[in-house]
């Protein structure tokens, strides 16, 4: 059983382009987590998702930053017009379902650096 | 004053020594998670709980709830252990998310 998947491991953008980065669950879970690194910095939550659903958006920034889980294929957090304050690595986890005692599993994360 | 607290910051240690890495935290919280993150490197979870205590191995984990208070333990050091490790929390919401919420970690150094 694959454990959670992200792609790619590491991501270098000039300033103004887009990222995308992708993110698969493991088998079996529908619940999506996306959380930020910032150098030097802990982690932090940035958004949750359910298939076809953002269900809490508190953690991403109001601009250029969006995140889908669609109905086939991978979740993606999408970031448009990158800045040099974007550089950070970005984790995903999956759970099962919603409970607080259902364990989140993390994938090996995404390093963006922008140029 | 963040809502998860870690003690210490930075803890160097030799092998063979027992280490306790502590978590504080001042939310009602449904369980907490510890995990390790080696410099560079994914995040792996080590345990989840909710109540009283795990073992998994060399490691150790407790809970107070009362306290809101939870120590991980590590058990005759070794070199791989040296790692960042980092206590999250799932807040109590009733049901609407359980984004974690974490520590700012506690990086180990063992020492040959």
């Known amino acids: 059983n694959a454990g959670v998947m992200q792609n790619p491991r590491h991501l270098v953008r000039r300033r103004g382009q887009e990222a995308r980065l992708r993110c698969s669950p493991m088998k079996g879970h529908s619940h999506v987590y996306w959380y930020r690194q910032l150098p030097e910095e802990g982690l932090k939550f940035m958004v949750y998702l359910q298939k076809e659903n953002i269900i809490d958006e508190s953690g991403m920034p109001k601009e250029r930053f969006s995140a889908e889980f669609p109905k086939e294929g991978p979740s993606i957090l999408r970031i448009q017009q990158v800045v040099r304050g974007d550089s950070a690595a970005y984790f995903c986890?999956?759970?099962?379902?919603?409970?607080?005692?259902?364990?989140?599993?993390f994938g090996p994360g995404t390093r963006l650096t922008v140029l | 004053k963040n809502e998860v607290e870690q003690s210490p910051q930075n803890l160097t240690a030799q092998e063979g020594e027992f280490i306790t890495i502590n978590c504080s935290y001042s939310?009602?919280?449904?369980?907490l998670h510890w995990l390790q993150q080696h410099p560079g490197g994914g995040i792996v979870s080590l345990f989840m709980?909710?109540?009283g205590k795990k073992k998994h191995g060399r490691l150790i984990a407790t809970i107070n709830i009362q306290e809101k208070h939870s120590s991980l333990h590590i058990t005759a050091s070794h070199p791989r252990d040296s790692a960042v490790y980092i206590c999250a929390v799932v807040l109590y919401y009733g049901g609407a998310t359980n984004k974690l919420i974490f520590g700012t970690g506690t990086l180990l150094a063992v020492q040959p």
């Open positions: 986890a999956s759970s099962r379902e919603l409970h607080g005692w259902q364990e989140q599993f």
């Open positions: 709980l909710s109540s």
């Open positions: 939310v009602g919280i449904s369980a």
